[in-house]
């Protein structure tokens, strides 16, 4: 990575929510960006149990994680990132 600032920005932006909580991560073996099938880098995923049990599933790729590619100064990729909330039983293990 020359310049993380995409990755850092969204780490950023946990970091108030899961501090040091390590989510679990899955990712691509060849990137998008290296010639790989698939478009989106990896995705993290964090067990919540409030307001009710689930896992909050964040995606990584549809900024631009590492070097400034697009010519918007303002923007980084496409300017966001995708995440949802999928709700999983109480008792089921958490990584």
């Known amino acids: 990575m020359d310049d993380p600032s995409g990755l850092m920005a ?4 946990l970091q108030p929510i899961y501090g040091d909580t390590e989510g679990q991560q899955w990712g691509t073996l060849i990137s998008w960006t290296l ?18 049990p689930h896992w909050h599933y ?4 549809m900024t631009e994680l590492d070097e ?8 980084s ?18 990584p």
Do not use: H
């Open 58 to 61: 964040i995606s990584f790729g």
């Open 10 to 13: 969204i780490e950023n932006a």
């Open 77 to 94: 990729g496409w300017g966001f990132e995708f995440t949802f909330r999928l709700t999983r039983a109480p008792s089921f293990p958490q």
């Open 68 to 75: 400034k590619e697009s010519e918007n100064p303002e923007e």
């Open 35 to 52: 010639g790989g099938p698939d478009p989106l880098d990896p995705v993290r995923v964090y067990p919540r149990a409030d307001p009710v």
